[in-house]
């Protein structure tokens, strides 16, 4: 499953991991959009930083839509009534600045990557939700925002209506990542790639990042990892969930739109088009569920076939992957220190799916907090902030799931046997009261792994559609050889020979 993202950099081979202990002056762990941002506005400023990933630039940014905009669905109208409208106006100002931002690094260091200015749309096409839809208007106007209001749209299909933003953008988010890796290399920083962090330790004014080649010294330490991977302190894992989603990339003879497109509510289709081989083609996402809720192939992939089936029946699918993102309780990501045990440790995760613009927002906000200056967004995001806990459906959803994969499905017997498992298949299997993940690969090989988390010890659940072993509490993912994919696990499954 590779994304067109990871197909058109597939050249870019010229990397090295870490292959010894080294010091700097901040480490970054993680090489997506955030951390490559993040590290390019300091090299900039004359810092001394080093990047790792554990693969390569980012499995989420690799994995985008890669949508650079200011519009995250219908929301302002939830940010102006819950946090007052000084707030839903930065927000707004905030990621405006972002889209600005990016467009001047692009300039700036001349990257090629198909960047394009285009008006983005939330629509409807249920008459039932204009009210949401005018309401949103109604806070954008209060906010002194333009947006405006349509009734068609250029997708082939008819709607109730749609809120227009101008003047945002998209682009090939890996072919800008390497543009940032040239720049950051160019000033004799570092960039190292399959380069695992296991651990991070604290000794003295120092930190120690642990990793599997060697370790990295700094002073500061910013967590760039998507799901932070540091258990305590933080908590982080009770703070944000996860959520995948599908993209299938298209192409056909039938004249494609100008514009990004998403819908407001289930089932969502998310429409925008990109270049393959200097073609223009279309990529078409949805079937969001939450990480470790076992997907089928109709409510994801299948039923995005069926619609591009039914607007371009030409089209022939040449990608399908998906994508996993972390989303906060109250929606907002948390950008700021890690924890007060922790001094000059830093986070951001929690972008809820509309990292591409709140990653630039982050990366400058951390420029700020090392310099110490003060940043007038900063607030919006307090990562100590305990709100979203206290009241929230989500968290009592979260802890009922993580009672069941930490406690009550380990109770449960599994009545499977070895043999009755097809080959292309997965299943739990006890021997001797003892639980082992079991997939038989399309020619009956056996690969047997313990399919307990290596995070904090939940049951996973064998998904069929990827072949992989999913955790129900936080969004894990291991591949059916039970070498770890998603964190925030970072070990492998332990693995047996039946
Ligand atoms: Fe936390 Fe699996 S991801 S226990």
């Not at 090939?172 to 000033?187: A, D, E």
């Not at 951390?366 to 990562?383: H, T």
């Amino acid at each position: 499953m590779n994304s067109i993202w990871l197909d058109s950099i597939k050249d870019f081979t010229n990397f090295n991991s870490l292959n010894s202990n080294e010091e700097t002056e901040i480490c970054i762990i993680g090489a997506g959009i955030f951390g490559l941002t993040c590290a390019y506005y300091l090299s900039e400023l004359g810092f001394k930083v080093s990047v790792i990933d554990k693969e390569y630039f980012g499995k989420t940014t690799s994995y985008t839509s890669a949508k650079i905009t200011s519009q995250h669905g219908i929301f302002y109208d939830y940010l102006y009534k819950s946090f007052g409208l000084d707030f839903a106006k930065d927000y707004l100002e905030v990621n405006e600045k972002a889209i600005q931002n990016i467009k001047n690094i692009i300039d700036k260091e001349k990257i090629s990557c198909d960047f394009e200015i285009m008006d983005n749309y939330v629509y409807t096409t249920k008459n039932d939700e204009l009210q949401l839809f005018e309401d949103e208007l109604f806070a954008l106007n209060e906010i002194g925002y333009s947006a405006s209001f349509v009734d068609k749209i250029s997708l082939p299909f008819d709607i109730q209506g749609a809120i227009c933003f101008k003047n945002q953008a998209q682009f090939n988010p890996l072919k800008y990542l390497v543009g940032l890796y040239n720049s950051i290399i160019s000033k004799s920083n570092k960039v190292y790639f399959n380069t695992l962090a296991t651990d991070v330790k604290r000794e003295d004014d120092k930190y120690i990042v642990k990793t599997n080649y060697g370790d990295i010294t700094s002073k500061y330490v910013v967590i760039a990892s998507h799901y932070p991977f540091i258990k305590f302190p933080g908590f982080y894992f009770s703070k944000l969930y996860q959520s995948t989603s599908y993209i299938l990339a298209i192409e056909t003879n039938s004249e494609l739109f100008d514009g990004m497109y998403i819908n407001n509510s289930a089932p969502i289709f998310s429409f925008r088009t990109a270049y393959y081989n200097d073609k223009k083609i279309l990529l078409i996402g949805g079937g969001d569920h939450k990480t470790g809720q076992i997907p089928n192939y109709e409510k994801s992939y299948g039923y995005l076939e069926e619609k591009v089936k039914q607007l371009y029946p030409d089209s022939k699918i040449i990608y399908k992957w998906n994508t996993e993102d972390c989303i906060s309780l109250d929606k907002l990501p948390y950008i700021g220190p890690y924890s007060s045990l922790y001094p000059n440790m830093y986070i951001a995760t929690g972008f809820k799916k509309w990292g591409m613009t709140l990653s630039n927002v982050a990366a400058n906000l951390f420029v700020d907090y090392i310099l110490g200056n003060e940043n007038k967004y900063a607030y919006m995001f307090n990562s100590f902030r305990l709100e979203p806990i206290k009241n929230s459906k989500e968290f009592k959803n979260m802890l009922v799931d993580s009672s069941h994969g930490l406690f009550l499905d380990k109770l449960k017997h599994s009545n499977v046997d070895l043999d009755t498992i097809s080959n292309g298949c997965g299943n739990i299997i006890e021997i001797d009261g003892e639980k082992f993940g079991i997939y038989k690969d399309d020619d009956g090989k056996i690969y047997a792994v313990k399919p307990i988390c290596s995070h904090l010890g939940c049951l996973l659940c064998w998904n069929a559609l990827d072949k992989t072993w999913d955790c129900p509490c936080h969004g894990s993912r291991f591949r059916y050889d039970g070498k770890n994919i998603y964190g925030p696990g970072v070990n492998d499954l332990e693995t047996f020979q039946l």
